[in-house]
């Protein structure tokens, strides 16, 4: 308990103005009372603690610097807001409390209340909550959409939702991460985006493809080995895992490695040590590991094909990641974020699609996942030449089937849509002069006006690219 070094009560509710800091030596408890009543003991507290309290049943965020989260844990289990804000502050030391006179929970209701992550339980009393231990990892501020494309995450699904919360959690601790999913769904771009997030991002991030070392090979490839330890081993050669050492090592397709290297990689991650081939002492390393797997590492422990101790210590933190059939709904900001990135890596100026696309490319099953997506925009932008918009017939090679040419895959597709925008209603119009005459400015002004929201649509809102369009030049578009 920490001594008071001023009388004055170091209380307010959730948001209020805190005026003066009068209790800045203070930790810092935040309350979420989930609406029950906190009986006046936020100001018997306030001798040791900063409080806030949140008194709405849908909780809020925590406050930065917050030490202490507490949590009225009368309901049999938590919201679906509280899970979802427990996986924000990632390793945030949480305390549930009970009234004394509430009934025990049962084994079930304990296990729901546990997945907000690390917390301990107590009763409800006049006694201040004692502190607990603040993780190493930095705060992780939330994600915007924006930063999330960045990391080349996107979560408007449920399934990536749960995703993005879930390495954002992980982000915040060293856990051993297992990353479980379709070949191209993304693993690798989840690996990053985890040490990306995480306390130790300026530190190394080293890949390793499993499958794609030889056998022979993998154990002096991940432990390092020392002067003449084999034939061609002239001098003292570190391995992945030393070269990451304060950072995160991406062991990609961890389901090929050879029963030998399980063994060593078992005791590196037991023991956080490594031991070179060749003798020598162990050398102790600080490295997360991130292990990926398209295969049921459940069946290979059962073919005998991998250590059953070695996937408890990797199934730490399991993220399942969904295919891209499974969440067509973020296709095309996918296709619009590889578009974007292409162009620029080609040296070619962005180009847009036109909305006509977007159904074309949901309805596609992506057997290849995310990395067929970017595959087949980079293949429709070099063979569209200069053409500022990507439509259907550039994408007519997805319906295709192998050795199909491109003339039959054309006659199999579907006829191209009218654009499903509102503003473009009504474009086609009568030129003929009407007997009563017309206000030929008015039609012209009007025409314009539809061209130019046809323009805005198929460049989603780019303004320049839409004035290029209609052969204009930005500052005209703009004003007219």
Known sequence: MVPALDPAPAFRESGANPGPDLTQTLPRLHWSTLGDDTGGLEHRWAHAWEVTVDRSQAPAMPPSETELWVISAEAAEPPPSLVRGAAEVGALPILLLRKPAAAALAVAQLAAWSRLGSVR?????????????RPLAAAVPPLSASQTLQLGLVGLSPAMQDVVAKARAAAATKATVLLIGESGTGKEIVARAIHKMSAQSSNPFVAVHCGAIPENLIESELFGYT?????????????????????????????????????????????????????????????????????????????????????????????????LRARREEVPFLAQHFLNRKAREHGLYPKALHPSVDPQLMAHPWPGNVRQLENAIERAIVLSGRRPVLTREDFLFLGAKPGQPLEAAAADALPLPELPIEALDGLSMSMDLPPEGLDLNQVVSDVEKKLMLQSLAITRGNKKRAAELLGLKRTTFLRR
């Open 227 to 323: 002067k003449g330890a084999f034939t061609d081993a002239r001098k003292d050669t570190q391995g992945k895992f030393q070269e990451a050492d304060g950072g995160t090592l991406f062991l990609d397709e961890v389901s090929t490695m050879a029963m030998s290297a399980q063994v060593r990689l078992l005791r590196a991650l037991q023991e956080r040590e490594v031991q070179p081939l060749g003798g020598g002492g162990p050398v102790k390393v600080d490295v997360r590991v991130v292990a990926a797997t398209n295969e049921d590492l459940w069946a290979k422990v059962k073919e005998g094909k991998f250590r059953e101790d070695l996937l408890y210590r990797l199934d730490v933190v399991p993220i399942h990641l969904p295919p």
């Open 121 to 133: 339980w107590d009763l409800l009393g006049e006694d201040a909550p004692s502190g607990g231990l």
